[in-house]
């Protein structure tokens, strides 16, 4: 008779379903490890990140600072510049105000004649009022014909004209008034 042991079978599956458990654990723990690995680099790079994000963050702040500074001197600069062109439109008025005068004496000087002189001479804003005296009526209409021939005056007008005596001789005081306009 034969004998056929029947019990060893049960022994085999046990051991394969001890070391079927011993895999799954030890999957388990790489899989953990792989997490706690993965969790790790995720942690360190995100740190990593925020260091550089902070270090960029003081470096604009350094750069913003350095132009505020230059903003403040262009600012600075740019105030200097308006005073200055301001001071030289202030010169180049007072330049074309310093010509007005000397034109406006020059062309009285040209048409004055030689028995007529001024007393008192006054203008503003083109308007000149002008005092004189003259040795003869002629002399006086001469003046005022030549005034009226010259372009840097206008609407001349002879407002008032009076004979007198000085010293036993014949004055003819006047009053003129009219426009003047500078060369530009």
Same mark, same amino acid.
């Given at each position: 008779?034969?004998?056929?042991? $029947? $019990?060893?079978?049960?022994?085999?599956?046990?051991?394969?379903?001890?070391?079927?458990?011993?895999?799954? $654990?030890m999957l388990g723990g790489v899989i953990l490890l792989i997490s706690l690995g993965v969790t790790f680099y995720g942690w360190h790079w995100l740190d990593?990140?925020?260091?550089?994000?902070?270090?960029?963050?003081s470096r604009k702040e350094k750069e913003l600072?350095? $132009?505020?500074?230059?903003?403040?001197?262009?600012e600075s600069l740019e105030s200097?510049?308006?005073e200055l062109e301001e001071k030289v439109k202030i010169i180049d008025t007072l330049k074309r105000n310093q010509s007005g005068p000397v034109h406006l004496l020059d062309e009285l000087s040209k048409n004055l004649p030689e028995r007529v002189w001024l007393i008192s001479l006054s203008e503003q804003n083109g308007q000149v009022d002008l005092d004189g005296k003259a040795m003869s009526n002629a002399e006086l209409v001469s003046f005022y014909l030549n005034l009226t021939h010259t372009p840097l005056f206008s609407n001349v007008q002879l407002i008032e004209s009076r004979s007198a005596m000085e010293s036993n001789t014949e004055?003819?005081?006047?009053?003129?008034?009219?426009?003047?306009?500078?060369?530009v």
């Open positions: 008779m034969i004998k056929i042991n $029947l $019990l060893g079978a049960p022994r085999a599956t046990k051991v394969k379903k001890a070391s079927q458990a011993q895999t799954q $654990l990593s990140k925020i260091t550089e994000k902070k270090d960029e963050k600072a350095q $132009l505020k500074e230059k903003v403040k001197e262009v200097i510049k308006r004055v003819f005081s006047f009053k003129m008034k009219f426009q003047f306009k500078p060369a």
